[in-house]
């Protein structure tokens, strides 16, 4: 099979429309990490983004009779964009069913280019579903994001033209992972002409389908996806791809947000070009690889890494989440709860003990006779002086909770600070995120019964696609079985956060 996709990629008609992207050499990000990190700018390409291969390679094979009755796919953005261009080049008409959550930016430019938009469901898989349904009715050819040997053989050429960029040594090449069309196209090649060169995945905490089904030895169905990185967003990876994945890809890496928006920043100040959070997947999973190594005693010196940088269709106020988010991500912020003495000149014998550090956040709110509680933000210069700082509080009697790498604090919390109520009895206090669309937090504040008292909401709309609540209820015991069935039923995910320390500290 390896002969068969090796063929295919040597062959794939991708050049009509893509470009040979150029592979940029990451100055700023190599001199911090101390190897050689590249960037394959296929952010470049004319829609921005990678997909524009694959989607071309498979409709350029397609029958006269094929192109004529049209086609039809479902994507969140990039592949539809891609499914469009290819349909006007070669004259057809292009069908594109698109979740209710897809970023605006994505699709206007998907009618720009003469596609027409279905809006159906709220996730890649409840479009597809959809578009299946169309496909038969109105007879299109289906055109799979990634589970398609033409698909992958056309995003595969991409490893063709790194090689022949790069004739040097190569320690590994970071992909980003959603169904794996990308990376089985690009292992598939990398492994049969280059096989010591290691191909290794890249996913987020909550969207790694991937990495759970290699697991797994078979593909795994996750209930639900974050919708931070929707490039990525894939409840159930690709049949063939989770083939190819099994007999090539050497490692997955996963990361959170925060890495991701980190990683973001880091493309931009190399490049001055903005990332989608999917189109920077591969350079946080870089920097985490290049960690992970460091800790097991295999650090890693003046090695080649090369990372897809796969697109930047970013919805542009999104950028409010990024550079919040991006100081946590990159180590250069932490934030504490420290408990002080509500005494006279505590409070600035406190600041006097952060001395010329730099204050990112200082929130502080009276609470109790004998105690306060202060939540504060700290820029650092590496992973490992969040715990040095708190040692350091702790050992001046500050009792000390790092709340780096929570996510209820970094959301909420910091923005929140303001001391406990006596009528919050009884609270109950949930996370919740929902994909962010005009009507969501209605729906959201609809499905509570009007018995249940609200007795704490936190909401803030950044940009993303996703939005974020805090909530406290105060529901009578008598029904709480009513309340377990009204969170089973909403179908957003949710976090019970009621022992969350920070929440007993702050609120």
């Known amino acids: 099979m390896t002969t068969d996709y090796l063929k295919k990629i040597l062959t794939a008609r991708v050049y009509d429309v893509a470009i040979e992207s150029p592979l940029e050499f990451a100055s700023s990000l190599s001199e911090r990490t101390g190897n050689r990190i590249y960037y394959k700018r296929e952010d470049m390409q004319s829609v921005f983004s990678f997909k524009l291969r694959g989607a071309y390679n498979k409709m350029a094979n397609l029958t006269p009779a094929q192109l004529k009755r049209g086609v039809i796919c479902a994507s969140a953005g990039n592949h539809a964009q891609g499914v469009a261009l290819s349909a006007s080049r070669l004259g057809c008409k292009a069908l594109i069913v698109m979740p209710t959550t897809t970023p605006q930016v994505k699709i206007d430019a998907v009618r720009a280019r003469g596609g027409d938009v279905v809006l159906h469901g709220e996730s890649y898989s409840d479009a597809y579903a959809h578009a299946l349904t169309l496909e038969k009715k109105q007879k299109l050819t289906f055109v799979h994001p990634f589970d398609d040997p033409d698909v992958i053989a056309g995003q595969g050429t991409i490893a063709m033209e790194i090689l022949h960029q790069h004739s040097g040594p190569i320690h590994a090449i970071f992909v980003a992972i959603g169904g794996g069309g990308l990376i089985a196209g690009i292992a598939a090649y990398v492994k049969a002409v280059r096989p010591e060169i290691k191909v290794i995945g890249v996913q987020t905490t909550d969207s790694d389908a991937m990495a759970q089904s290699l697991a797994a030895g078979r593909r795994i169905t996750l209930p639900d996806v974050g919708l931070f990185s929707d490039g990525t967003a894939v409840k159930l990876v690709g049949e063939e791809t989770f083939r190819l994945a099994k007999m090539y890809v050497d490692d997955i890496i996963v990361v959170d947000t925060d890495a991701v928006c980190a990683a973001i920043k880091d493309v931009f100040q190399d490049t001055r070009s903005i990332l989608e959070p999917a189109g920077a997947l591969s350079i946080a999973g870089a920097k985490a690889y290049i960690e992970r190594e460091r800790l097991a005693k ?76 202060v939540f504060v933000g700290l820029q650092i210069a590496n992973r490992e002086e969040p715990g040095k700082i708190a040692k350091a509080f702790e050992k001046q009697g500050y009792r000390t909770l790092d709340l780096t790498h929570d996510e209820l604090a970094k959301m909420h919390i910091r923005h929140l600070v303001g001391g406990k109520s006596p009528l919050a009895q009884d609270e109950m206090l949930y996370r919740f995120e929902f994909p962010e669309r005009p009507g969501a937090l209605l729906r959201f504040l609809d499905s509570m019964a009007p018995n249940w008292n609200i007795s704490l909401f936190h909401y803030r709309n950044q940009g993303a696609d996703v939005g974020r609540i805090l909530v406290g209820l105060q529901v009578p015991k008598k029904e709480m079985k009513a309340f377990r069935a009204s969170l089973a039923s909403l179908g957003y995910r949710y976090w019970d956060e009621n022992d969350n320390p920070a929440y007993k500290l702050f609120l």
């Open 298 to 373: 295999r650090p890693l010196k003046n090695e080649t890494l090369v990372t897809i940088a796969c697109g930047a269709n970013m919805n542009f106020d999104r950028l409010r989440l990024v550079a919040e988010r991006a100081e946590v991500g990159e180590a250069r912020e932490a934030v504490f709860a420290v408990t002080i003495p509500e005494q006279r000149g505590s409070f600035r014998r406190f600041c006097e003990l952060i001395g010329a550090r730099s204050v990112t956040e200082f929130n502080y709110r009276i609470s109790g006779e004998a105690e306060a509680h």
